[in-house]
């Protein structure tokens, strides 16, 4: 259990990361609920990477949402719509995962969709280096569909009322307490509780980032 401030929980992240050895570009996934951290410290990590020498690649699930008309047929409140009918896996590993791992010819796109203009979106085709790190942020990510593309596994961990305070925060200036508090209660919360039961994510990951105090952030190693 590691314990400190937040540039020592990210150095030892990098330490994971540059420890991987594989022939092609190092696919790391930072999972975890709603509002637990995971696009800041994905941000926090790819610039210490970068900062290293590193050529890394951002990406996130959010860029592999189904369009909205898709994304709702058991309703805008449903957990279950959230865990199954929400994100495009297959696209994420035709166009980004698959390419990036072995056997790959390493030609990728970082989205398929424009959460802005809610349509599907036809990324350029970028060439990555060997030796890139693909820093990929969402929930979910420990899912049969996904998890055997992930070179090394991140989990960033919250206590799930701190998430709906976070969330409240964050969405604020487009959304009211209550309809937020309705989303996280009803879809984002009991979704991750599913996805908790089906597919143990916590047991399938290289390292979990309790996040409750981001400045303090403590830290365990699993063995898998």
Known sequence: MGRGNRDEMLGRLAEAVGSVTVAHPT??????PPAAGKTTLADELAAVLRTQGRDVIRATIDDFLFPRARRYPRGEYSAEGCYLDAHDHDALNRVLLDPLGPGGDRRFQHAVYDRTADTVLSAPVTTAPADAVLVFDGVFLMRPELIDRWDLRVFVSTALEKTVDRAVIRERQVSSRAEVERRWRERYLPSQQLYFATVRPT??????????????????????
């Open 203 to 224: 047991d399938q990951v290289d390292i979990i980032v309790h996040n409750d105090e981001p400045q303090q952030p403590v830290w365990e190693t699993r063995a898998r």
């Open 27 to 32: 696919r790391v996934a930072v999972d975890g």
